[in-house]
């Protein structure tokens, strides 16, 4: 937890000045709340592309339904993961009886 009037720490490389951490740091919060939305859903869709790319990559001959059920289990880990993959399931089939 962070105390209040302190910025968070972040990863900042050892060659970046003082100055200039203050300065990102200071850009970054002028920037519009609907544009940090739109820039936090383009890096999720990234990270999910990239995490999809390298399952497959991993299981060449697996289904894109048992690469969705790997991503669910890292991501979420394996109880959770099941539990919304059975969620998921349950919706599909609602969907086709309808």
Do not use: C, H, N
Request: glycine fraction near 6%; charge should be positive; proline fraction near 6%.
């Amino acid at each position: 937890m962070v105390a209040p009037g302190q910025t968070p720490s972040m990863p900042w490389s050892r060659d970046t000045r003082l100055e200039a951490r203050k300065r990102m740091i200071e850009l970054a919060r002028q920037v519009p709340f609907e544009r940090r939305l739109t820039i936090l859903d383009a890096e999720f869709a990234t990270s999910r592309w990239l995490a999809l790319s390298g399952l497959k990559r991993r299981s060449p001959g697996a289904s894109d339904e048992e690469i969705e059920a790997q991503y669910y289990r890292l991501m979420l880990g394996p109880l959770v993961g099941e539990q919304v993959l059975a969620l998921k399931r349950a919706r599909r089939s609602d969907q086709a009886g309808a």
